[in-house]
């Protein structure tokens, strides 16, 4: 997978697959409420399963190279994301820092 960084946006581009449990700011939102201007996109939708085979990553960007079926790279806006969903985002550094930790930074400390 390619991920262009957008002259406009802010930040590098990242992407970064990661399980829905746990994170308020996607379960129980569609994929549109759980988009973040400036900070995060879900790309794709899947069932979370176990850790892949090392030998199925792709070592640049982490993720899997393999294509379990069920994993939707054209998820419906409407699409509710669940605790047992797993997402990957096109994300900032500064996105993917609110994701793991829930801390919104203050906007002074704002990273471009």
Same mark, same amino acid.
Do not use: C, K, Y
């Given at each position: ?18 399980? =829905?449990?746990?994170?308020? !700011?996607?379960?129980?939102?569609? =994929?549109? !409420?759980?988009?973040? !201007?400036?900070?995060?996109? =879900?790309?794709? =939708? ?33 699409? /509710? ?5 797993? /997402? ?20 002074? &400390?704002?990273? &471009?």
């Amino acid at each position: 997978m390619v991920i262009e960084r957008d002259p406009h946006a802010r930040g590098v581009a990242l992407a970064r697959e990661l399980d =829905v449990a746990g994170h308020p !700011e996607l379960e129980g939102r569609s =994929v549109h !409420e759980a988009f973040r !201007e400036n900070e995060w996109r =879900v790309l794709s =939708v899947g069932a979370a399963g176990p850790a892949a085979d090392p030998s199925f990553m792709d070592t640049l960007t982490g993720l899997r190279l393999d294509r379990r079926s069920g994993f939707d790279w054209r998820p419906a806006q409407g699409r /509710v994301l669940r605790a047992a969903d797993q /997402v990957v985002l096109a994300t900032t550094g500064r996105g993917l820092d609110i994701l793991m930790t829930g801390v919104q930074p203050h906007p002074s &400390d704002r990273r &471009d």
